[in-house]
């Protein structure tokens, strides 16, 4: 076998052991439910992290008061927490309410995003309140076609509130289930602000003002007025409460779960690894963080995040803990002890960021509030050096063309182009390759079976030539980790959900939703369901034209003379259409698009160079030959 055959055989063997360990390890996945929740018997503080009564989470314990938790009086279905009032919020891209007991940020729409497809589907649901403090009768500012459904099960919300100092009486502070009265606004919407009051009834008014810009970011400003006659100390805190191990992908390299920023230090914790937390102290599992500067700290979903964000400059504790009592997940920045002189007022502000991980909106909060790395919240993976640029390149090319799919074919262009002179040289060195053919087949004839002869006199001649014989490989080698980045890019930025393409193509993030098996929506029937027995046989649209291309592409080489190794290559690109057929349609159309280009690229350069290679030869030649 020359060394030419050699070569196409090593490459073709190199992306299919890569693509079937990437299918093996990193395929699509099914969204599965959740585990269910993880009950731990446990004698731990943090098994009375809520009460039992309100279904509110409890706030932080008071470092200078060890051994003292926030005491919470007992509920009763009279209690006027059960009955609190609501705040409504109303902005172009949220839609939600405040709750008056707790003054929780805990009902919240993304008005930009449906659930599904289905123009009628419901906005897509970010925060949800408790059961006992549930939507009730609230307004929701939403089409009666887009609704949300009222049922809680997991209930996700911010919460906010201050520690009290040393000597404090906890009964003085307002704490999670506390009921606020509105002292100004109606309605939170940008540009109105609204203020909520608590009188403890010894001397201290505490304020709390929350304000909304058009996106996603919430002011929440605490103060304390003491018109009492001594000092009185407390510590701000914010809190993000979840209850329960939420849906997930639950999928290899994406990242769900608690994120943070300390001082530059990127934090991730999945759901699942915070349960294995090691106690700190009397916080049971938790991951607690001194920021000296700048830091955030949240959960974050794969489209969605929440995040409490204090001032830039200001230092806190951030911690990332886990209630094995309670079963909820949380992630609190606190702040320091502040004490407030008599006749005198102090306040503490702080940003929460609650809504969709779009780039653009994340990146011009970074840049007009200097939140540190805040782009970093969005999950680029191992490979962020080429994941950031190839994202932003592809972000830019939607803007100028204004559809991701025709995007992402100018992209594989760009990255074709940028590429271009190394598969130049990987075309015209084998090209040279076929014109030492006859010098290598005499090489052949007089070392005959003397291998180490022949591989040696090759040598010789490749390096008199100038021929570099692996230089087949590096257009693949490097193909390699662009295919990995932009798998990336597809799978976890918002910017690719729901964007359509062309036809049938209504989301690149998803698989090409035709099949075979119905003749592309041709015949009256729904191709079969995900996860059903015929489905693997359900070969979509873009699936079979990437093996087609595959085909096409392999075909500009002479099939090798073993036996072996040439029913190998005749089945490689239908295994390949198979195994790629389950992913993104925005992944498959690149790598259809990448073939088509390199098919041509290589029969032009190679022709350029005297060469050009014999495609329609090489399919007669794979056909089967006619019996006489």
């Known amino acids: 076998m020359d060394d030419n055959n050699r070569n196409l055989i090593l490459a073709m063997v190199l992306s299919a052991l890569v693509m079937i360990g990437w299918y093996a390890f990193f395929a699509p996945p099914s969204p599965e439910p959740a585990d269910p929740a993880v009950t731990v018997q446990t004698a731990d503080p943090n098994a009375q992290a809520v009460d039992p009564a309100t279904g509110i989470a409890l706030a932080p314990q008071a470092e200078a008061v060890p051994g003292e938790t926030p005491s919470l009086a007992p509920s009763t279905p009279q209690d006027p927490v059960l009955s609190a009032g609501r705040i409504e919020i109303e902005s172009p891209a949220l ?104 009188d403890n009834g010894a001397g201290q008014i505490f304020r709390r003002s929350f304000e909304l810009d058009d996106r996603y970011m919430f002011t929440v400003t605490q103060s304390i007025e003491n018109a009492g006659p001594a000092a009185f100390a407390a510590a701000p805190y914010g809190i993000l409460a979840r209850h329960g191990q939420p849906d997930t992908q639950n999928f290899f390299i994406l990242h769900e779960g608690a994120v943070g920023m300390s001082d530059g230090k990127l934090l991730e914790q999945k759901y699942k690894d915070m349960v294995k937390l090691d106690p700190v102290g009397n916080e049971g599992p938790a991951i607690v963080t001194e920021v000296a500067e700048n830091g955030w700290v949240g959960f974050t979903d794969k ?9 830039p400059g200001q230092p806190f504790t951030s911690v990332v803990k886990y209630a094995p009592g309670a079963d909820i997940y949380q992630a609190e920045a606190r702040l320091p002890m502040q004490t407030v002189a008599p006749g005198t007022q102090l306040s503490s502000s702080s940003f929460l960021f609650a809504g969709a991980k779009e780039w653009e909106t994340i990146n011009a909060y970074q840049n007009s509030l200097h939140i540190d790395r805040f782009v970093d919240s969005i999950d ?249």
């Not at 606020?180 to 609204?194: I, N, R």
């Not at 489209?303 to 001032?311: E, R, S």
């Open 380 to 628: 680029w993976g191992w490979f962020y050096f080429l994941t950031k640029p190839i994202f932003r390149l592809l972000h830019w090319l939607h803007g100028v063309i204004g559809n991701m799919g025709w995007s992402i074919i100018a992209l594989t262009f760009i990255l074709k182009a940028l590429v271009f002179p190394l598969a130049r040289k990987s075309y015209i060195s084998m090209a040279r390759m076929r014109e030492l053919q006859p010098q290598m087949e005499a090489i052949k004839e007089r070392t005959g079976d003397d291998r180490a002869k022949y591989q040696q006199e090759v040598m010789a001649l490749y390096r008199d030539a100038k021929v570099n014989p692996a230089a087949g490989c590096l257009p693949l080698l490097l193909q390699i980790p662009i295919f990995f980045a932009l798998y990336k890019v597809i799978f976890v930025t918002l910017e690719l959900r729901h964007a359509p393409w062309v036809g049938w193509i209504r989301d690149l993030s998803a698989p090409d939703p035709s099949s075979l098996l119905n003749l592309f929506g041709l015949l009256p029937y729904a191709a079969p369901a995900q996860g059903t027995a015929l489905h693997s046989l359900s070969l979509p649209l873009l699936a079979i034209v990437l093996g087609i291309s595959m085909w096409f592409q392999q075909k500009l080489n002479p099939a090798p003379t073993d036996p072996a190794q040439k029913m190998i290559f005749a089945w490689m690109p239908w295994i390949f259409m198979f195994m790629l057929g389950g992913f993104a349609s925005g992944l498959v159309l690149y790598w259809i698009t990448n073939n088509v280009i390199t098919i041509f690229q290589q029969y032009a350069i190679m022709s350029m160079h005297g060469h050009p290679p014999n495609l329609f030869g090489n399919i007669r030649a794979g056909l089967p030959k006619r019996r006489k």
């Open 95 to 198: 839609q939600g309410s405040i709750s008056l007991a707790g003054g929780r940020i805990d009902d919240l729409l993304l008005s930009g995003y449906r659930e599904t497809l289905d123009p009628n589907s419901p906005f897509l649901r970010l925060l949800s309140p408790t059961a006992q403090a549930g939507l009730g009768t609230i307004s929701t500012p939403a089409a009666p076609d887009a609704m949300p459904s009222l049922v809680v099960q997991k209930p996700y919300y911010a919460v906010y509130g201050w520690m009290p100092g040393p000597g404090v009486d906890p009964a003085l502070v307002p704490n999670p289930a506390t009921v606020w009265s509105v002292e100004s606004g109606t309605t939170l919407a940008p540009g109105q602000p609204v203020t909520l009051v608590w």
């Open 303 to 311: 489209y969605w995040m929440t995040t409490l964000i204090p001032q």
